[in-house]
């Protein structure tokens, strides 16, 4: 499995960015996708996931009405749109994979991830 970020980047309070996620390797449609982010000094923390089928979404209550997640499986690609940044927004930002049908926000249920993207909010 192969997950690669894109779309990172320095950028103003309040501006937006869009992130994604190009996976090979893999059956895409049946994996659950997720965003996490690790700020320095911090653990590594959930921000969204979304289902197989993109019907079922969720998110970490930090991002809710600013952070959409969706995902293409003809393009094998997720993506994160990043709305009203803030600098505590400021993170690597990581794609994961999850087999399986069902949605989770951990960490530890996810076996494959990405390098990361770098996030920077500031003026």
């Known amino acids: 499995v192969q997950l690669v970020e894109s779309g990172g980047g320095l950028v103003q309070p309040g501006g937006s960015l869009r992130l994604s996620c190009a996976a090979s390797?893999?059956?895409?449609?049946?994996?659950?996708m997720g965003w996490f982010r690790q700020a320095p000094g911090k653990e590594r923390e959930f921000v969204t996931t979304i289902s197989t089928s993109g019907g079922n979404t969720a998110y970490a209550n930090s991002v809710k009405g600013r952070f959409s997640i969706s995902r293409d499986n003809a393009k094998n690609t997720v993506y994160l749109q990043m709305n009203s940044l803030k600098p505590e927004d400021t993170a690597v930002y990581y794609c994961?994979?999850?087999?399986?049908?069902?949605?989770?926000?951990?960490?530890?249920?996810?076996?494959?991830w990405g390098q990361g993207t770098q996030v920077t909010v500031s003026a």
């Open positions: 390797r893999l059956t895409f449609s049946n994996y659950v």
């Open positions: 994961a994979a999850r087999s399986g049908a069902v949605v989770s926000g951990l960490v530890a249920d996810y076996a494959h």
